[in-house]
């Protein structure tokens, strides 16, 4: 199976990106899945330093952990990853832009992680860092969490061809609903 590589990208890489990357760590370690997965930010205001500290109370209410520190994309990102996933629609702009001065070089499929939402009113994932208190933070992480899993979903689907021996294990461990799971193949002898 090949080592898939996901970045998440966001303005400052203090909230939403770290998220996305924490928590698509976690359904990777559960799910026995050896993908790399790392967050970046597209401005210099937080590079070296921790995750907001409320993105880090939201991580401790649901049992999860970061040792990451923000950093800036680079040029080499768009060699290195599969895919880079950012957090809304000013992102998807400025990243599209940067893919194509990158030119032939760039591995990347840029993509907007709102596209996995359940809710297809809602076009970006919420920046909580202006918000007071936790609540921001948790309304965005469950945004989040809910997305990651259909990404895993989609990019496991979308690269693997045999991947009906862990299709039903993904779809147990997500609770998905059954109309996600693949129809079992049939013999022509059988109808």
Known sequence: MRCIKILFVCQGNTCRSPMAETIMKSYC???ELSWIID???????????????????????NH????????????????????????????VNELKAMSQMV???????????????FDKDEKMIKDPFCTFGLNGFRRTFDQISCCCRRLLIVIHYC????????????????SLPTFLNPKPETNSTDL
């Open 64 to 91: 999860l952990s970061t040792e990451h520190y923000a950093r800036m994309l680079n040029w080499e990102d768009f060699q290195t990853f599969d895919y880079i996933i950012c957090m809304d629609e000013s992102n």
């Open 159 to 174: 690269e693997h061809h045999a991947f009906r021996l862990v299709w039903n294990s993904i779809c147990k461990y997500l």
């Open 29 to 31: 370690r559960e799910l």
């Open 39 to 61: 967050s970046a930010a597209l401005r210099s205001w937080n590079v070296g330093r921790c995750p907001d500290e409320r993105c880090l109370k939201i991580f401790e209410e």
């Open 103 to 117: 030119g032939e070089t760039c591995k990347a499929q840029v993509q907007h992680l709102a596209l996995y939402l």
